[in-house]
């Protein structure tokens, strides 16, 4: 191949990348991944995010008064009032440690499981990713909920 061919190629991918990062995701999609954190440790940061498992307003907008959680058989079932839309929402929350990922799965109205779940993970070198995922085969799905509501939930976490 020419060296002007993968030159040409080159530059091509660069200039799609710098059209790609001008213009930022207004959705989060298939997932988000937070700036690399460096004033706490893994540990810290897993704390503060189990936090908020029992303490979801610290992290979303929801009203602290209407939050009801409750510790169950390898999961908490956590119900609150998001103050966007006015919603109670029950959701299943498994912290699993050894993954470093919190598991949330909103349930309908009787009580059930759906079958996506949300999914915060905590990676190394230090940072936090968030997705939604098929609570089934654990492929990613498409998520339409606001790119910005996920960087402020990574910023009231950190």
């Known amino acids: 191949m020419p060296k002007s061919v993968s030159?040409?190629?080159?530059?091509a991918f660069v200039r799609d990348a710098k059209r790609m990062d001008s213009v930022p995701p207004?959705?989060?999609?298939?997932?988000?991944?937070?700036?690399?954190?460096?004033?706490?440790?893994?540990?810290d940061l897993l704390a503060a995010a189990q936090l908020t498992v029992k303490e979801p307003?610290?992290?979303?907008?929801?009203?602290q008064s209407?939050?009801?959680?409750?510790?169950?058989?390898g999961y908490v079932l956590r119900?609150?009032?998001?103050?966007?839309?006015?919603?109670r929402v029950t959701?299943?929350?498994i912290v699993n440690e050894e993954m470093g990922e919190i598991r949330y799965n909103k349930c309908n109205a009787s009580g059930t499981?759906?079958?996506?779940?949300?999914?915060?993970?905590?990676?190394?070198?230090?940072?936090?990713?968030?997705?939604?995922?098929?609570?089934?085969?654990g492929l990613r799905v498409h998520w339409k909920a606001p790119y910005q509501m996920a960087q402020d939930t990574f910023s009231n976490i950190v």
């Open 113 to 137: 499981p759906s079958d996506v779940e949300r999914v915060l993970a905590i990676h190394t070198p230090l940072r936090m990713e968030f997705y939604e995922r098929s609570a089934r085969s």
């Open 57 to 63: 307003w610290r992290a979303i907008n929801v009203e």
């Open 7 to 11: 030159l040409n190629a080159a530059d």
């Open 66 to 73: 209407g939050c009801d959680v409750q510790e169950c058989n």
């Open 26 to 43: 207004t959705v989060i999609g298939y997932g988000i991944t937070s700036d690399p954190i460096r004033d706490a440790s893994y540990d």
């Open 79 to 87: 119900k609150m009032t998001l103050r966007a839309t006015g919603e």
């Open 91 to 93: 959701e299943r929350v």
